[in-house]
């Protein structure tokens, strides 16, 4: 019979789902936790997912094979925007909407056979899910972790709506091309900056992280140690603070650099000729975004103030700007300008004609002080400084740091980028914030008990105005949980990030109704021993989950105070060079592939196209590739079912060299297909050996008289061939697996051990001369003949330099030691 992918599949499907197969229970086994990032139920699965979810369900079935218990988990990251525009455009509850994707995208998954337990399946939309997400909000509200605070978001002015930064394109509203601007609102956020040591020091715990990412979140947190210098302003009675790394080229500061922002900058200016542009430049920086003024290649542009601080070392006076590419957020908003040794500064100074004052100089290397081409920014040696002439500057840093600490006009500051994580979104569907303002008693917490705060199921969106939690009334108006009086209901929600801070921990208890998660279940399985996912949440997604595991564990929830282990970011999908997407028209739908190859042949062809962390090309050839060889495999066994209910255990002494052969190369692949999974995620390499394997197996059936001892060969090739093969492709392999004459699933069997003497080969050195002298030395089977020898040792690349022209003259031939040829 052919291989008929779309019939076994289904079969095999619904019989795992019938025996609740992949149903996971605490036990007294090692645990392994095997976690794929919860997708985002937009209706459809794309490649990256089944690319994703193949690796971690290789993994997950490996490590049951390997004896383990392991937790395999799947669920759905079901809050946030794309719901509320399908409500916008399409008039379908955003409940409907995700519900419905999700049944769908669920139905997906099952057809490539992943093993989750579904038992555990979490929606970050669901009541169940949301009121822990608001439990977790209350214990970080008690530990002084989430405050309020004034910030600005997008503001179209014309839907009178605030706009989360994906729906501003090119400055304008996504939806009415109206100018986007800025409006200030109080909003909630999570005190991450506390944590910003910890979240830093334990990088380093971080053993099984790519290093990529491990740098890609030290950079994020950002700490830089420096120092907090106060100037002096000149006819102002307010000193101007900055915050400097580099307080060894102090002497070199020859103007400073307030943010437009700046809370001086108006008095600064008030009632003289700079007042008006400065205001101007004031509010266009207002609609610049961080990154276009702090790019590296945005143009620096700023403005004199017309004022003068006093540089404290120099005593000199310099002239105070306003420009671009000072930030107010960050360190006191405001800088000493080194151009001499600073890039940025540098450009500023040649553009404005500022002066440029060189205070270190590389070490034995003269310099022409008047003519500086470019920012020096190593280490040297001090110069145009004072009392610390001549000093390695690193020397002079904490030197000039100890004088501006005793003359009271600095210290030592350390800063970090991290900000605290802004959580308030004037959203409908997310997790409600589980706040009630009171007019006598302010802001109160949602007493426990009252929990969860319902998100209203009857509600309208029109895209414009207030969000529609704000408008309806019936959410909005509640009582003062301590005084009882009349009260309002924060209608902001929670973004997103927060739902998926801890999800990992849900799993491991999903249908708990008294707590998030039971303590004990989550000790069994915590940590999280591999995760898998895209490298786009290197940052965010990762340092969340981190800070909320160590606040868990501060608060006495968690048991661990690290969430992964492991991780493995794997790479894009991409066709014709580039990453598949809807914008390119370069998708090639999983559904699609499924219906005409089956998902064994689309998982196959997604691990064996390149190793997960790289980026895999498409290839419609690579997809019939994998296909013909399922097939093979598929008729290799349907081919033998005679030999099937045999019984005979191997004897090895009765093997002889073509059976040694087929033992050699079927142990030594699964000696490499076990290390490539476990030691490396090298899962195309374990495929092309089992690809190699079944090659030879080919061959062995193709050449052989199959006797008893043979058909054991065999029978022990297949069984295994199936095993190394069922984590790859988990349909074809159990079906075969019964054709094989088994009761039992493939997936319940052990993973095999390799014979280690069937992977030494038979060998013997034998060594060969020429007149006399040793010219080589062969490797041949031990049971090699006199003659077949002598021809081995003729045959030999090194041999013959030496005997070409020559007449052979004779041969001696010592069994299994050495060749002698003499020759004239
Ligand atoms: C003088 C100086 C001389 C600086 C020099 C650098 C090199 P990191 O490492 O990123 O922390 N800076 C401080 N606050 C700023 C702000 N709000 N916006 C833009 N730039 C700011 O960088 C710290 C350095 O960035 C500080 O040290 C300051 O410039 C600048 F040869 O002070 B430096
Ligand atoms: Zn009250």
Redesign the pocket.
């Known amino acids: 019979m052919a291989y008929n992918f779309s019939k076994i599949e289904k079969k095999w499907e619904q019989k795992w789902e019938q025996d609740d197969s992949f149903a996971t229970y605490e036990t007294d086994k090692q645990k392994y936790y095997v976690l794929e990032m919860f997708p985002y139920p937009s209706g459809k699965i794309h490649m990256g997912h089944v690319r994703n979810y193949s690796i971690g369900d290789v993994v997950a079935r490996f490590k049951k094979m390997r004896g383990f218990n392991v937790l395999h988990p799947m669920g759905w990251d079901a809050f946030g925007l794309p719901a509320e525009n399908a409500a916008i455009k399409h008039g379908i509850h955003p409940n409907k909407w995700t519900l419905e994707n999700i049944d769908d995208m669920r139905n997906q998954l099952k057809r490539l056979g992943l093993s989750y337990d579904w038992n555990r399946e979490v929606a970050t939309c669901s009541e169940d899910y949301y009121k822990w997400t608001q439990w977790f909000f209350l214990k970080l509200y008690e530990k002084g972790l989430a405050y309020k605070k004034k910030s600005s978001v997008n503001w179209c002015p014309s839907c009178e709506t605030v706009l989360a930064n994906e729906q501003v394109v090119n400055g304008a509203c996504e939806r009415c091309d109206t100018p986007v601007g800025k409006k200030e609102l109080d909003q909630w956020y999570f005190k991450i900056t506390d944590y910003a040591d910890r979240l830093l020091d334990d990088i380093e715990k971080l053993k099984g992280w790519p290093e990529k990412v491990k740098i890609m979140q030290k950079n994020w947190i950002?700490k830089?140690k420096?120092a907090e210098i106060d100037f002096e302003i000149k006819d102002f009675d307010k000193k101007l603070r900055v915050?400097?790394?580099?307080p060894d080229?102090i002497y070199g500061a020859t103007y400073m650099v307030l943010?437009p922002e700046h809370p001086y900058v108006l008095d600064l200016v008030k009632e003289t000729e700079y007042e008006e542009e400065i205001i101007n430049f004031r509010k266009e920086m207002e609609r610049t975004s961080e990154i276009d003024r702090t790019s590296a290649n945005a143009e620096k542009v700023g403005l004199f103030t017309g004022r003068y601080a006093i540089n404290p070392l120099t005593k000199k006076e310099i002239p105070i700007y306003i420009a671009n590419?000072?930030?107010i957020d960050?360190?006191t908003?405001a800088?000493?300008a080194?151009p001499a040794?600073?890039e940025r500064d540098f450009e500023f100074a040649k553009k404005y004609d500022l002066p440029v004052i060189p205070v270190i100089k590389p070490e034995n290397e003269e310099i022409d002080l008047e003519n500086i081409k470019k920012p020096y920014?190593d280490n040297g040696v001090m110069i145009n400084s004072d009392k610390f002439n001549g000093l390695n500057n690193e020397e002079a840093k904490s030197k000039i740091v100890k004088y501006l600490e005793e003359e009271k006009i600095g210290k030592e500051s350390i800063?970090y980028k991290l900000r605290d994580w802004l959580i308030s979104r004037q959203r409908y569907w997310g997790t409600p914030i589980p706040i009630i303002y009171c007019d006598e008693c302010g802001i109160v917490p949602v007493p426990e008990e009252d929990l969860p705060v319902l998100l209203p199921k009857d509600v309208e969106f029109t895209g414009k105005g207030k969000s529609p939690l704000d408008t309806n009334e019936e959410f909005v108006n509640t009582t003062c949980p301590k005084c009882g009086k009349k009260a309002k209901r924060e209608t902001d929600t929670m973004d997103t990030f927060v739902d998926s801070s801890w999800y990992f921990f849900r799993y491991t208890d999903s249908n708990n109704d008294n707590m998030p998660f039971d303590k004990n279940k989550a000790n069994y399985w915590m940590k999280v021993d591999q995760y898998i996912g895209g490298v786009e949440h290197a940052i965010l997604h990762l340092l969340y989950s981190r800070f909320f595991v160590k606040v868990l564990h501060d608060v006495g929830l968690s048991p661990v105070d690290e969430p992964f282990e492991n991780l493995l970011t794997q790479g894009m999908v991409l066709k014709d060079g580039a990453k598949m997407s809807k914008s390119k028209g370069n998708v090639v739908s999983p559904e699609e592939i499924i219906q005409n190859y089956g998902a064994d042949t689309a998982r196959l062809f997604v691990l064996f196209a390149a190793p997960p962390e790289r980026d895999l090309e498409w290839s419609d050839q690579g997809v019939e590739g994998c296909y013909r060889f399922l097939n093979r495999v598929y008729r290799l066994v349907e081919d033998l079912t005679f030999i099937y209910d045999d019984n005979s255990e191997i004897k090895v002494d009765s093997l002889d060299k073509s059976d040694k052969e087929l033992r050699y190369v079927l142990h030594s692949t699964i000696k490499k297909v076990t290390e490539d999974i476990e030691e490396r995620f090298n899962f195309n390499t374990a495929i092309s050996s089992i690809m190699e394997l079944v090659n030879e197996i080919y061959k062995y059936k193709d050449n052989e008289e199959l006797n008893s001892v043979k058909k054991a060969v065999l029978s022990e090739a297949i069984d295994n061939l199936l095993i190394l093969l069922s984590p790859f492709s988990p349909h074809i392999t159990e079906e075969l697996w019964h054709i094989t004459g088994k009761d039992s699933s493939v997936h319940d069997e052990s993973w095999p051990e390799y014979d280690k003497n069937a992977t030494v080969k038979d060998e013997i050195t034998v060594v060969v001369q020429v007149n006399g002298k040793v010219r080589d030395r062969i490797v041949v089977d031990s049971g090699i003949s006199k003659e077949d020898m002598e021809k081995e040792a003729l045959a030999s690349e090194k041999v013959k330099n030496y005997i070409d022209g020559k007449d052979i003259k004779k041969v001696i031939v010592v069994p299994k030691k050495l060749v002698n040829i003499v020759a004239k």
């Open positions: 950002g830089s420096g915050f400097t790394t580099r080229t943010a590419y000072v930030l960050y360190g908003g800088i000493m080194v040794h600073d920014t800063n």
